[in-house]
């Protein structure tokens, strides 16, 4: 039931062995098949385009600006960062 998951990280212990092993699978697929090459020498770059939607087959121009581009990965990297401390957050709150 439902009802039976704990909230939190209590609700690890009830995932299954194979369900994790099929999530660490998926992953690593995408990993692998995915997001495998690096555009440019940047690490980080997979030339997966905005919101990775040249992986799918729908091209994007991308940022032809360079400092508009400096600005937007600065963007991305401090919205991450505070993404990391929110989640810590979050652990400890639980």
């Given at each position: 039931?439902?009802?039976?998951?704990?909230?939190?990280l209590g609700a690890f212990s009830k995932v299954p062995a194979l369900g994790v092993c099929q999530i660490i699978l998926f992953a690593g697929?995408?990993?692998?098949?995915?997001?495998?090459?690096?555009?440019?020498?940047?690490?980080?770059?997979?030339?997966?385009?905005?919101?990775?939607?040249?992986?799918?087959?729908?091209?994007?121009?991308?940022?032809?600006?360079?400092?508009?581009?400096?600005?937007?990965?600065?963007?991305?990297?401090?919205?991450?960062?505070?993404?990391?401390?929110?989640?810590?957050?979050?652990?400890?709150?639980?």
């Amino acid at each position: 039931k439902f009802d039976d998951v704990p909230n939190g990280l209590g609700a690890f212990s009830k995932v299954p062995a194979l369900g994790v092993c099929q999530i660490i699978l998926f992953a690593g697929l995408i990993e692998v098949q995915v997001y495998n090459d690096q555009v440019n020498g940047e690490p980080g770059n997979y030339g997966a385009g905005f919101l990775g939607i040249q992986s799918i087959g729908i091209m994007s121009p991308g940022w032809t600006d360079p400092e508009a581009r400096k600005k937007k990965l600065n963007v991305e990297l401090a919205n991450g960062r505070l993404a990391m401390v929110a989640i810590i957050g979050m652990f400890f709150q639980d």
